[in-house]
């Protein structure tokens, strides 16, 4: 099984609402991370948990927060965002963390800000 | 500058030929590449990958060949179907990489029946 969950798949908000994304894997997996996608772009990653600790943050503003409550959940505090954040977030976990791990991809949120 | 490029954008393939997609790197360091499959709106799906220590790898209709000497590596689809149609995205990574991937900018494949 190599299944990650994300809710909601669909997400609209205004520039002064406060939201959260939600991404769940089962697999065990001990790293999990946070990508963007515009559309015909590849994912760009945003943030990386390893062991439950924040081990990157590709400079992303302040209004994308990160959480890890545990190894198995990941979510995304959205607050404050601009027309421009609009895109589709992924959520991928991996096995250990390392170079050579298969990162395996939820099926997305799609957020649009109004 | 871009580590990791897929030169074509896009590719149309009759069904039941071979689709050759492309993909070059500059980073010697990377020393593990994987493909992943992407429809609109959904998340990349991992294909198949291959480390540097091997040349190629195969998984049913999907093979994986690396040329390290030329830093390019191709994925072959054979025979294609039309349910192939996606986008396809090579990534590579590295021990000294951590955990990050680079993805090359994607090629747009059309299988046509």
């Known amino acids: 099984d190599t299944e990650v969950t994300q809710t909601p798949k669909h997400l609209v908000m205004g520039m002064t609402n406060k939201k959260s994304l939600k991404c769940e894997q089962h697999?065990?997996?001990?790293?999990m991370y946070w990508y963007k996608q515009k559309a015909k772009k590849p994912p760009e990653l945003m943030f990386v948990?390893?062991?439950?600790?924040?081990?990157i943050n590709e400079s992303v503003p302040s209004r994308f927060s990160p959480e890890c409550p545990n190894s198995s959940l990941l979510n995304l505090h959205l607050h404050a965002l601009q027309p421009e954040d609009s895109a589709l977030y992924l959520c991928?976990?991996?096995?250990?963390?390392?170079?050579?791990?298969?990162?395996?991809f939820g099926p997305g949120t799609r957020l649009t800000v109004l | 500058d871009q580590q990791v490029k897929q030169n074509s954008p896009s590719l149309s393939v009759q069904e039941g030929r071979i689709s050759i997609l492309n993909c070059d790197y500059t980073?010697?360091?990377?020393?593990?590449f994987l493909w992943y499959k992407k429809y609109p709106a959904e998340g990349p799906t991992f294909l198949i990958s291959?480390?540097?220590?091997?040349d190629k790898n195969e998984d049913g209709r999907f093979t994986v060949f690396l040329n390290k000497s030329a830093k390019h590596l191709s994925l072959h689809i054979v025979p294609s179907q039309p349910g192939d149609s996606a986008v396809y995205f090579c990534?590579?990574?590295?021990?000294?990489?951590?955990?990050?991937?680079?993805f090359g900018g994607g090629t747009r494949l059309m299988v046509k029946p």
């Open positions: 980073n010697s360091m990377f020393d593990y």
């Open positions: 990534a590579a990574s590295g021990w000294n990489a951590g955990n990050m991937l680079t």
């Open positions: 697999m065990g997996h001990r790293a």
């Open positions: 948990y390893s062991y439950e600790k924040l081990s």
């Open positions: 991928a976990s991996s096995q250990g963390g390392h170079g050579t791990d298969t990162q395996y």
């Open positions: 291959i480390s540097s220590i091997k």
